[in-house]
């Protein structure tokens, strides 16, 4: 499903967070070529052309959701700057770092286990999440083939798995979450 345009009044609604996210991601690059902010803004498109009646703050939560992992922002300046539910989104999608000893898979999963977590007091945590992978296979053409492979695998092998295990548990965006799980259904059978 293609990303529907922002609009002036979308860019308006949203400038604070996109200024926010552009700040955090200063000089990165997509492999792509094109600069970081391109990314949380294709998270955002993807999450509001399935559901444009989210809450307000899923859709700040998705424009950031990169910048304390990726960027140079922390969890206390997105809640200094948007508030506790939008910083606990982000720390939610924050894959923390792998301790030494703990398999790459087994990480994975933690990180997995952590934003399901979450999702039961922030029901759009995995709903950015969806977003964010389906936008990161839109674009895996652009990475080096064990990468692409590695995000293919652990898409198939973790994410779909825990994402339909979950479904049940989404009492709250039942739709949005349903068609999202398809749209990642689907892209990751697309490479097959």
Excluded: W
Excluded at 87 to 94: M, S, Y
């Amino acid at each position: 499903m293609p990303a529907a345009p922002l609009t002036v009044s979308d860019y308006l609604t949203y400038r604070d967070a996109i200024a926010f996210a552009r700040s955090a991601h200063a000089g990165q690059k997509r492999a792509d070529g094109r600069a970081y902010l391109s990314h949380p803004l294709a998270v955002l498109q993807i999450l509001r052309s399935v559901s444009p009646s989210l809450p307000y703050l899923a859709y700040i939560a998705a424009l950031m959701h990169d910048t304390v992992e990726d960027g140079q922002a922390t969890v206390q300046q997105i809640r200094d700057a948007f508030g506790d539910e939008a910083a606990d989104a982000v720390a939610a999608l924050t894959r923390p770092r792998r301790p030494k000893g703990i398999g790459i898979l087994e990480h994975e999963q933690t990180y997995l286990d952590q934003m399901a977590a979450a999702n039961e007091q922030i029901p759009y945590v995995l709903l950015i999440k969806m977003a964010d992978r389906l936008h990161n296979l839109e674009t895996a053409h652009f990475c080096a083939p064990a990468y692409r492979q590695v995000l293919l695998d652990e898409t198939a092998s973790l994410y779909l798995p825990l994402l339909e295990r979950e479904e049940p548990h989404q009492t709250r965006y039942t739709d949005t979450y349903r068609t999202l799980l398809n749209l990642l259904e689907q892209s990751v059978e697309s490479y097959r």
